[in-house]
């Protein structure tokens, strides 16, 4: 089935350093939605969007809907240990019922 | 609040043999939706349970088939399994409102298909 593409797909960062990721699409999507995984468990929602351009953020992390629709961003600063794990966008299109098309993740390592 | 649980936790089955798969929804949810996650990759939609009826499924062959109970709990059946059924199934749930596009996960259930 079709996945949505995420950059980079590893990253290694030092404790206290921000971190960028993306996810990119062929088709428009009307929600955009981060979810982090954790080893062994379900993904937990981290930050939902619902329009082009909006810009959200939850604590230390911040995700942004693009103009496009075809794109979003995720921000996390000042990173810590617990924020280990991978990271999944998944938008939704309309007209698709409440299916959730996810992306090929980012795995975020942190170093001390 | 009580969140998505899911069971069991973990299952070894033989191929072509049959499995049942169990949801419960969080408090106040009433829409149910599954997903296979294979190792290294993002879950993929199987299908989604609305008022106990299906609304909406993914590329997956008849043999994955589901349930959704009056108290909103679900269940996901799989027939004649197959060695790449081995994957994590996820479960999750939402209000089925205009918000349904958030969607809760369990914490899944990883079934391996020898």
């Known amino acids: 089935g079709q996945q949505l593409n995420q950059n980079p797909q590893s990253m290694f960062i030092q404790e206290g350093e921000d971190v960028s990721m993306n996810c990119t699409s062929s088709?428009?999507?009307?929600?955009w939605l981060w979810y982090k995984q954790d080893p062994g468990e379900g993904p937990v929602l981290l930050i939902a969007?619902?329009?082009?351009?909006e810009l959200t953020s939850n604590g230390r992390l911040t995700a942004q809907f693009g103009i496009t629709r075809k794109d979003s961003f995720l921000n996390i600063s000042a990173s810590i240990p617990s924020d280990v794990g991978i990271y999944f966008c998944?938008?939704?299109?309309?007209?698709?019922?409440?299916?959730?098309?996810f992306g090929t993740g980012t795995r975020l390592q942190v170093t001390l | 609040e009580t969140g998505v649980t899911q069971s069991p936790t973990h299952l070894i089955k033989t191929r072509g043999q049959q499995v049942t798969l169990r949801c419960s929804s969080q408090?106040?949810?009433?829409?149910v939706s599954w997903y296979q996650q294979a190792l290294g990759q993002g879950p993929q939609f199987i299908f989604q349970?609305?008022?106990?009826?299906?609304?909406g499924r993914g590329n997956f062959p008849p043999r994955f088939s589901g349930l959704q109970f009056p108290n909103y709990s679900s269940e996901l059946n799989v027939n004649a399994l197959e060695l790449d059924d081995s994957a994590l199934y996820l479960c999750?749930?939402?209000?089925?409102?205009?918000?349904?596009?958030?969607?809760?996960f369990g914490p899944g259930t990883r079934l391996t298909v020898t």
């Open positions: 999750a749930s939402s209000s089925g409102t205009g918000m349904s596009y958030e969607q809760y």
């Open positions: 088709s428009i999507f009307n929600t």
């Open positions: 969007l619902y329009k082009a351009g």
């Open positions: 998944a938008g939704h299109r309309t007209g698709t019922a409440s299916k959730l098309t």
């Open positions: 408090s106040g949810h009433n829409t």
């Open positions: 349970y609305y008022r106990e009826e299906e609304n």
